[in-house]
Structures are given as structure tokens and as C-alpha cells.
């Protein structure tokens, strides 16, 4: 973890372009050992005569030595200085990590923001502070297929809490919209495409078992498709595996099949002429019978 701490400073008699071995704080400042911490990361400055450092160091508590693993800048073009006698070691904010804001309160990146967690939890809460606190957050549960959240969520009391309603989500294979407990949807590698209104589920979409449409409103239809205005085209049409117009129906409502129809109750024909039409498969009445006109 990278830590800065105010008031950091210490001396070093180390020599060469190695760790640094400290020795000790000056008078009103602390060390490294109390500042920054076993194991952490800091950012320091070093000053050894005319030659200085800048650089990001990780704080060794056992020999309490100060690594030097990045160099941001230097009297030596950029690379580690040569230390011979004794060096000044601080901590400091190098210009070239810093996130600084202009007049207007925008804040300019140099660089890839990167947020680390070392548990399941939010890397950013952002609220307005009010009797609410309704908290936007960016969520990941860690894992080798973490599952991320960004969405709300009511307060930021904890720092482990995801996002519980107005999120996206996703991992691998799998993503989603969650608008509350009862309206979202969802598509996923293993499981159907589903969309979820008033907690009642309106369609499910896979590639195994197909699509399927659920409604709960029995006063409205359960699909309507509207044309467009003049439409000459089909309304609809339905293929074979070979992508062959098996039927149809037309903008005028005409149904065409190329297979058969098999009726299971009554059908019921309106405005059946009286005479033959003399259009080859058109139906007309012969006083109670149905016939078939040849054209």
C-alpha cells in the first residue's frame, strides 16, 4: 500500500545506489518506522550535497531501510544518484503523481487512475450529503471472475455493502441491469436472457429452450407489432432452418402457408361472395355450401 505521512524526515549514511539504511529522525519530525510503516510504499526525496532524488520506496521495518524501486526524477538524468556522506531523506508528493485542480475545480490526470482493494468492497462512494445519502458506488467481490456493480446504494455506512438497486453489473459472461427487486434484465452464458417488469417476467430468450413471452394484463394484447405507415411488406413472417418463408402475414392481414392448416374449432369465414370470383383457391358461397373457386 502506498502511504505519505507529513513531517517524515531522517538522515542516511548509506553509500553507493542501494537501499538506504536510516539513521534516524530530526528533531521535530518522525520516521519512516512511525509515519509510513512495515511493508508500505512512500514516496521520498533524497538530498546528498548537489545531487537530489525523487522516487517511491518500500519501508523495511526489520532493518529499517528505505528500498528505492521507482525513480520519477534526479540530478542523474533519471536514474538512481551515487550517495557518498550524508544524505536527507523525506517524504514529499512528486509533481509527476500528483493530482492538482485548476481554477474551475477540475481535477487533470497525467496518468491511469488505478483504485486496489485487498477485500471484496466499493473503491469509490460519492453522495450528496443531505438527510439521505443515497450513495452512487463501484463495486467488485474480487475472485477470478469478479462480479462489478456501479449503481446506488442507501447510504455509505459500509465500505463492503454493494450497490442494492439503479445498478449495472456484469462478469464474465454474464451482464445485467438491476432497476429494483422487481424490474430488470439480464443475459448470461448459462442461463436464459430474461427481462422482469412489476416482478412479473415478460420474456425469457435462450438458445436451448427458445423464447418465451409472459403477460399480466389480461384486458391488452400480448403482443402487438405495428407497421409502417404504407407498409407493403409482410408483417410478419415465419422461416425454416433453411431461412425459407414457411408463412406469413401481409400488410393487408392476409395469412399464407406452405404447409397445412389444421383446424381444432370452428372457423368462421366473413364476407363470403355469393358467386364464383374467378380467382383460383378463393372461397364462395353456393347457397349452405363453401366452394373453392378453380379460377
Known amino acids: 500500500m502506498i502511504k505519505v505521512a ?57 532493518s529499517n531501510a528505505l528500498t528505492r524501486d521507482t525513480i520519477f526524477d534526479s540530478s542523474n538524468s533519471g536514474e538512481k544518484i551515487n550517495l557518498d556522506g550524508v544524505s536527507v531523506v523525506f517524504c514529499t508528493y512528486p509533481a509527476d503523481q500528483a493530482v492538482l485542480k485548476d481554477t474551475t475545480g477540475i481535477s487533470n490526470l497525467r496518468k491511469t487512475l488505478t483504485l486496489t482493494r485487498t477485500s471484496p468492497g466499493n473503491f469509490i462512494h ?5 438527510s439521505y445519502n443515497r450513495t452512487i458506488a463501484l463495486y467488485s467481490d474480487g475472485g477470478i471472475s469478479p462480479e462489478w456493480r456501479l449503481g446506488l446504494k442507501t447510504s455509505p455506512a459500509s465500505e463492503s455493502s454493494p450497490p442494492s438497486y439503479g445498478y449495472v453489473y456484469g462478469e464474465d459472461g454474464k451482464v445485467g441491469l438491476i432497476a429494483n427487486s422487481t424490474n ?7 442461463t436464459e436472457f430474461a427481462v422482469k417488469h412489476n416482478n412479473v417476467k415478460l420474456m425469457g430468450a435462450s438458445s436451448f429452450t427458445g423464447i418465451n413471452f409472459t403477460t399480466d394484463s389480461p384486458a391488452f394484447p400480448s403482443i402487438t407489432i405495428n407497421a409502417a405507415p404504407g407498409q407493403s411488406a409482410n408483417i410478419q413472417e415465419w422461416k425454416g432452418g433453411d431461412s425459407i418463408t414457411v408463412a406469413s402475414l401481409s400488410s393487408n392481414g392476409d395469412i399464407e402457408t406452405s404447409g397445412s392448416v389444421t383446424l381444432v374449432k370452428t372457423l368462421k369465414i366473413l364476407d363470403v361472395p355469393s358467386y364464383d370470383p374467378g380467382v383460383a383457391g ?7 355450401h363453401l366452394m373453392i373457386s378453380d379460377g
Open 126 to 130: 460519492a453522495y450528496n450529503e443531505d
Open 282 to 288: 378463393a372461397v364462395w358461397k353456393d347457397g349452405n
Open 6 to 62: 507529513d513531517r517524515v524526515k531522517e538522515t542516511s549514511l548509506t553509500q553507493g545506489v542501494g537501499t538506504l539504511t536510516l539513521e534516524g529522525a530530526f528533531g521535530g519530525f518522525q520516521s519512516f518506522a512511525s509515519g509510513i510503516g512495515a511493508g508500505n510504499s512512500t514516496y521520498y526525496a533524497i538530498e546528498n550535497e548537489s545531487k537530489w532524488e525523487v522516487g517511491l520506496g518500500t519501508y523495511e521495518t526489520g
Open 184 to 190: 430488470s434484465f439480464k443475459i448470461a452464458n448459462n
